[in-house]
């Protein structure tokens, strides 16, 4: 027993580490207000994104899975946006919408689809936490 805690307290340590050094390079907003590649809508303005006609691809980039919002196209964590490319549309005007829990993981994402040439995409400001703020329902399916 006394091993299999010390093996979690390991892995802990590790992941938070991980997270420590990536969000430690997170873009600020002054880098976004600068020219980033990505706007913040607010829930409000993201609703009406996926609601607007037209395509677009909606994506969750939060780790772990805590949720997500009606008609998620794909789930990619945001620190495998890099590696997993092939996933998102070859058309670099796609409109991309991202999403995570609080907006600090798919800021990281929408920085990544940036400097990989999207042009259109939109990040949910405050996450999930502010879309279920502003009244709107999440799904849990997993």
């Known amino acids: 027993m006394r091993r299999r805690e010390i093996l979690k307290n390991i892995g802990t340590a590790l992941l938070f580490a991980s997270l420590s050094r990536i969000f430690a390079q997170a873009p600020t907003s002054k ?10 809508l607010s829930p409000a303005q993201f609703k009406g994104r996926l609601e607007a006609p037209g395509s677009h691809l909606l994506v969750n980039t939060h780790i772990p899975y805590e949720g997500e919002i009606e008609g998620t ?7 495998r946006v890099a590696e997993d490319l092939g996933l ?17 993981m798919s800021i990281i994402a ?23 703020e502003a ?8």
């Not at 196209?73 to 620190?79: E, Q, W």
């Open 31 to 40: 880098v976004k207000a600068a020219g980033g590649p990505y706007s913040d």
């Open 73 to 79: 196209d794909l789930f990619v964590p945001f620190n």
């Open 88 to 104: 998102f549309p070859g058309d670099k005007s796609t409109e991309i919408l991202v999403y995570c829990r609080s907006g600090q």
């Open 110 to 132: 929408a920085e990544v689809l940036g400097k990989a040439g999207y042009t259109h995409i939109k990040n949910l400001q405050g996450g999930m936490i502010a879309w279920r």
């Open 135 to 142: 009244g709107y329902s999440l799904r849990t399916v997993r």
